[in-house]
């Protein structure tokens, strides 16, 4: 990865609008990344990443941009809710669940790029088994053809997807069920644990050969991938580019707060700030340091404040940047200007059943217009909030479309938006002289 900060945030524009401080702030911790592997190992072991606190209401981007940025540089992350842990002693989950819980998305993230690399080879080899599955089936149709040039037609034939829904009888693997020990826990695959202590069993099924391709390429890309590779790849990519995005941290701040439902909030800080800080947690996959992550808190911190954090966490988040409220224009820009946009989504979504719907600029002004407001008058939910509208607005469209219709154009104006939204802006009207 070799974007400098400026590129990071433009591709960043074109799903996230405004919210400029935060964008370059994780810009900088990103390039910080790729700027700190170029050294040589003896300075690459003093830098440690500059972690980062946001604050802003609900809805505004702050997730996001933590996702968006794993995403573009294809890097390991986790999102956790800081609510959902609490001090040892007390019934909730532990604190080094976050880490393996990255360790485990790190192994899935190098498994796909592994299987992707091997992908033409597992195809091959799973197209061979299905044709000696074929063969069996149609041997009697081979008349005169000898049986190099029957298995040829009809290994043609197969990748052409003219069997794709030829049912057949096979042998797959009979893999157990992924399950969750504990509620709200990672998943355990017991595939995983018991493979080397059992043989792996196989059962007769009635398949596609579309079905049975997926899974027989599935299995031959398994044959072909070294697990221990993959294993070192992963740990190595969660501890350097390991991303933990700890949301609702605000829930956990709070001073004088000793009784009650808040006895374990500093206890729940403390316990974190050793997995920030560094240290060495115990996964599956063996001893995982936490040094090099970078952590993104994020909280809207409405009651509470930074500065009741205990003073340890707060120094373990040097960066600081906050988040606004999201104005009319920005929710403007939202429906037009990012990409895969709400306006586009439901475009596509009702052209399935023939509806050719259009929003005049005038309508996404209204749009934007009443989102912002309501916002204002009643719980600012930020970007969220244009769900609600546009669920609201396209309820009819949505219920009248489908069937045998021919292509019909809805145009959506500014007075489609007042007529449909009634309600809404009703509510909305009467908020204002309530004090």
Known sequence: MDLSPKQIVTELNKHIIGQDEAKKA????LRNRYRRAQLSQELRDEITPKNIIMKGPTGVG????????A???????????????????????????????????????VKDEKTAEVSAKAKAAAEQRILKLLVEVKK?????????????????????????????????LDEPKSMELLPGGAAIDLGSILGGMFPAKHKKRTLTVKELRKLYTAEEAEKLIDDDAVTDEALRRAENDGIIFIDEIDKIAGK??????????????????????????????????TDYMLFIAAGAFHVSRV???????????????????LTKQDFVDILTNTEHS????YAVLLAVDNIDLRFSPDAIDAIAEIAEEINLTSEDIGARRLHTVMESLLEDISYNAGGDYPMTTVEVNRAYVEEHLKSITKDRDLKKYVL
């Not at 994780?26 to 911790?29: D, L, P």
């Not at 709400?342 to 989504?345: A, D, H, K, M, S």
């Open 26 to 29: 994780v810009a900088i911790a």
């Open 140 to 172: 009697n149709d081979r008349g005169e053809l000898d049986r190099k040039l029957f298995e040829e037609n009809l290994l043609t034939s197969l990748q052409k997807g003219e069997f794709d829904n030829l049912s057949l009888e096979a042998d797959v």
């Open 71 to 109: 995403k573009l540089v294809k890097a390991p992350f986790v999102k956790v809710e800081a609510t959902k842990y609490t001090e040892v002693g007390y019934v909730g989950k532990d604190v080094e669940g976050m880490v393996r819980d990255l360790v485990e998305c790190a192994i899935r993230l």
């Open 62 to 69: 702050k997730t996001e941009i933590a996702r968006r940025l």
């Open 256 to 289: 004088g707060n000793t009784s009650g439902a808040d006895v374990s909030r500093e206890g729940v800080q403390r316990d974190i700030l050793p997995i920030v800080e560094g240290s060495t947690v115990m996964t599956k996959y063996g001893p995982v340091k």
């Open 307 to 325: 500065e009741d954090l205990i003073p340890e966490l707060q120094g373990r988040f040097p960066v600081s940047v906050e988040l606004h409220s």
């Open 342 to 345: 709400l306006t586009q989504q």
